[in-house]
T-cell receptor, first 115, second 110 residues
């Protein structure tokens, strides 16, 4: 049981480049989330999805795009990388609301540096 | 606008003693609260939760207390063990989304 997996683990981008951070979960969870964590800060929600085909903005969506074509996958796209997007990115999944209120399951993170 | 605050960036506690981590929030509409533990280079892992209708929840060495009138919650770890050294985040849940505090780095001194 792999849980939530993220690729790549590390990446260095040049300003203006684009990339996709991959996230996959094998728990058949409906809810999926993308967060970023800056040094000394808490996790801030970028985008989330309540099911395949449905996505919504979180607290800090600018500069990012997402899609959710399947239950398992929730990729995060950076189109024009900027130094302000240097951060650690975490993907998470959660069971359908009401079934369990206890937890989100997090992936190991992707450390992104934009130079 | 920081809706969830952890005012102590770090805390050091001797092994065997009690660790108390604090968290304050501003939005009285949060449904429940969670504590997560995070080791370096790993994602956060769930520790314990408490519903907004309760004032205490206990799980082994971990107890979370909620004071709704003060909009304050705390995590008690007793006895503290070296493996408890990590960053602890409190999080509040509302509208299916989590709002995280900035974290407290707990160091257990052998």
């Amino acid at each position: 049981n792999a849980g939530v997996t993220q690729t790549p683990k590390f990446r260095i981008l040049k300003i203006g480049q684009s990339m996709t951070l991959q996230c996959t979960q094998d728990m058949n969870h409906n809810y999926m989330y993308w967060y970023r964590q800056d040094p000394g800060m808490g996790l801030k929600l970028i985008y989330y999805s309540v099911g395949a085909g449905i996505t919504d903005k979180g607290e800090v969506p600018n500069g990012y795009n997402v899609s959710r074509s399947t239950t398992e996958d929730f990729p995060l796209r950076l189109e024009l990388a900027a130094p302000s997007q240097t951060s650690v990115y975490f993907c998470a999944s959660r069971e359908l609301a009401g079934v369990s209120q206890d937890t989100q399951y997090f992936g190991p993170g992707t450390r992104l540096t934009v130079l | 606008d920081q809706q969830v605050k952890q005012n102590s960036p770090s805390l050091s506690v001797q092994e065997g003693r009690i660790s108390i981590l604090n968290c304050d929030y501003t939005n009285s509409m949060f449904d429940y609260f969670l504590w997560y533990k995070k080791y370096p280079a790993e994602g956060p892992t769930f520790l314990i939760s408490i519903s907004s209708i309760k004032d205490k929840n206990e799980d082994g060495r971990f107890t979370v207390f909620l004071n709704k009138s003060a909009k304050h919650l705390s995590l008690h770890i007793v006895p503290s063990q070296p493996g408890d050294s990590a960053v602890y985040f409190c999080a509040a849940v509302g509208n299916e989304k989590l709002t995280f505090g900035t974290g407290t780095r707990l160091t257990i001194i052998p």
